[in-house]
């Protein structure tokens, strides 16, 4: 049975950091590529940052360029997210998603950036 599982999320200040994690079971996670997405509330998701693979190749967001990290841990067969920086902005449900062939997603946590 595929699962990943986000955690991390929690409220934080601006200018404040959190650290996502997305632990991924069932599938055999370094063959996929994986990514994060966020949907705020009224807006469609979005693309946050994607690695690859193979390689570690990374992209990210205009948005959060300089601010996110995107790692894996392809032994613990785990996906993080480093935000640091953080503004009322970002504020929204964060989902990893696992693909290739096909596409997973997990139940998502929620960042809330707020004074």
């Known amino acids: 049975q595929v699962q990943l599982v986000e955690s991390g999320g929690g409220l934080v200040q601006p200018g404040g950091s959190l650290r996502l994690s997305c632990a991924a079971s069932g599938f055999t996670f370094s063959n996929y590529a994986m990514s994060w997405y966020r949907q705020a509330p009224g807006k469609e998701r979005e693309l946050v940052a994607a690695i690859t693979s193979v390689g570690g190749i990374t992209n990210y967001a205009d948005s959060v360029k300089g601010r996110f990290t995107i790692s894996r841990d392809n032994a613990k067969n785990t996906v993080y997210l480093q935000m640091n920086s953080l503004k009322p902005e970002d504020t929204a449900v964060y989902y990893c998603?696992?693909?290739?062939?096909?596409?997973?997603w997990g139940q998502g946590t929620q960042v809330t950036v707020s004074s």
């Open positions: 998603k696992a693909s290739r062939s096909y596409a997973y």
